[in-house]
């Protein structure tokens, strides 16, 4: 399922094509690495990086650039639209990685059980307990949010109809599956603001283990 609108398919088509010269996230084989030697994905995840805790507002150019190593003009050759474009490129690398670590697996073999305690394990792993903010609540909160409203729904709605997919399997009505779902998204994404907000990762920690019975019980 594609999840970026027409417009920004066109944008981040070129995208896809490995940059030779520019640099990403923080990844343990990259630190130190020179900037003609990243990929594509390097940057993107630098990027990503970036916006997951200034957001799109308060990430500026000049953060951009000193994450990626590359220069302002060079991010502008790359992403002719600038902070739109790279933002678009960035949703769509978390929705690739979203979907082979959480959708996919949700969807997979094992039983109701061992699926959701999959979800539950992948979510405090990619969200370090809690520390981590969350880069779609810091779009969804910021004021750009009608300008990526298509690729924030997609994501959203991809991984609620997951988790409502294993509960269907769990003999639960679609309907209350569906229901459960949206309030299990609805938990995770609260409870990373509040635990942000209070400074206690307790949040995130409790609400992760009552997630499991809520949905299947």
């Given at each position: 399922m594609s999840i970026v609108p027409a417009r920004a398919t066109r944008l981040s088509r070129g995208l896809r094509e490995p940059i030779e010269r520019c640099t990403v996230w923080y990844n343990p084989f990259t630190i130190g690495m020179p900037p003609a030697l990243l990929s594509r994905d390097d940057v993107v995840d630098r990027l990503m990086t970036v916006f997951r805790h200034a957001g799109y507002d308060g990430a500026s150019l000049s953060d951009l650039s000193k994450a990626?190593?590359?220069?302002?003009s060079s991010l502008y050759h790359y992403f002719p639209n600038g902070k739109d474009d790279?933002?678009?490129?960035?949703?769509?690398?978390l929705a690739a990685q979203l979907r082979a670590t959480l959708f996919e697996p949700l969807r997979g073999p094992g039983t109701p059980k061992r699926r959701i305690d999959a979800m539950i394990r992948t979510l405090d792993a990619f969200y370090v307990h809690g520390q981590e903010s969350c880069l779609l609540a810091q779009i969804v909160l910021g004021s750009t949010r009608a300008r990526f409203r298509v690729p924030l729904r997609a994501i959203f709605a991809e991984w609620m109809e997951a988790i409502a997919g294993v509960l269907v399997d769990a003999g639960i009505s679609k309907p209350?599956?569906?229901?459960?779902?949206?309030?299990?998204?609805?938990?995770?994404?609260?409870?990373?603001?509040?635990?942000g907000g209070l400074d206690d990762m307790q949040v995130?920690?409790?609400?992760?283990?009552?997630l499991p019975p809520a949905l299947l019980g």
């Open positions: 990626t190593g590359l220069g302002k790279m933002l678009l490129g960035v949703l769509e690398r209350v599956a569906r229901r459960r779902a949206e309030d299990a998204v609805l938990r995770v994404e609260g409870a990373l603001v509040l635990a995130f920690t409790r609400m992760l283990k009552q």
